[in-house]
């Protein structure tokens, strides 16, 4: 009997077997770089106010990369396409591009590189006076145990309670869509592109189907 044909899916996982997932980091770090190069250099959209470009470019590629890891499991499903290899990297990636818009918030804008004693407390101070701020530190700091625990040794010493643990991705990501429309000023599409695109993603998580049968249990007697 005649072989299989591979189907489109598995021709592509056989090509991404031989990416490295370490190029996500070389792609990302390049790429924070060369943003802070043209910053420096005020070329381009950086010609002026540089520093809130650069800001703003570094939040943009974070929420990008934590949509992004949001989208592999679906993707999975659906299509049978995998980049499960790449979700770490992916979720790392999106933790560097925060801290570095948090770095640019604290040394740069606020002056931290200056006067680091008070940038911090102008972090304090702004993080209570506006909303959005206080919402982007929450998402960075709920961040911040993921990303200390994105290695094999936390895998297998947190088993079950990893997994459980990096559900709070699930609020990361929504609290990162709703800082950026709270900052938006007047309405603008593009942050609520992003909060609809991350509840369709979510929903897509959730099982409906065993939700509503334990909602009418009298059904499944
Ligand atoms: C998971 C964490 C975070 C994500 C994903 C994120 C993402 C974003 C995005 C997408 C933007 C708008 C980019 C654009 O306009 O194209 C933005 C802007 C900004 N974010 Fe964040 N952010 C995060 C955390 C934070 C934190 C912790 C701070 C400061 C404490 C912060 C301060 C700012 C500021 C100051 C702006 C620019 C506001 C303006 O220009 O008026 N963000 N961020």
């Known amino acids: 009997m005649a072989a ?18 370490w190029l996500i980091y070389v792609i990302g770090f390049a790429w924070m770089g060369w943003e802070f190069w043209r910053a420096l ?22 929420l990008q990369l934590l949509v992004a890891g949001l989208v592999v499991t679906p993707l ?3 299509t049978r396409v995998s980049l499960i290899r790449f979700r770490r990297a992916i979720g790392l990636m999106a933790f560097y591009f925060v801290l570095a818009h948090f770095a640019v918030f604290v040394l740069l804008d606020l002056g931290g590189f200056f006067d680091p004693g008070y ?18 530190m929450a998402a960075l700091v709920l961040l911040i145990p993921l990303a200390l625990t994105s ?32 900052l938006a000023k007047g309405f603008q599409i593009e942050p609520i592109l992003y909060l609809v695109g991350t ?6 998580r959730v099982d409906w189907r065993g939700l509503m049968e334990r909602k009418s249990p009298n059904k499944a007697a």
Not at 43 to 51: C, N
Not at 119 to 136: D, H, M, N, S
Not at 199 to 204: I, Q, S
């Open 199 to 204: 509840a369709l993603l979510l929903a897509l």
């Open 41 to 62: 250099s005020a070329i381009g959209p950086y010609a002026v106010e540089p520093i809130n470009v650069l800001e703003r470019e570094y939040g943009l590629r974070a």
């Open 151 to 182: 290695n094999d040794w936390a895998m297998r010493r947190m088993r079950q309670g990893w997994k459980q643990m990096h559900r709070l991705v699930y609020v990361i990501v929504p609290l990162a869509g709703v800082h950026f429309l709270w």
């Open 119 to 136: 940038a911090l407390a102008q972090v304090w101070t702004e993080t209570i006076k506006r909303p959005y701020i206080t919402v982007g």
């Open 76 to 78: 999975m499903r659906w």
């Open 4 to 21: 299989k044909a591979p189907t489109f899916a598995q021709r592509i996982n056989k090509g991404l077997r031989r990416v490295p997932p």
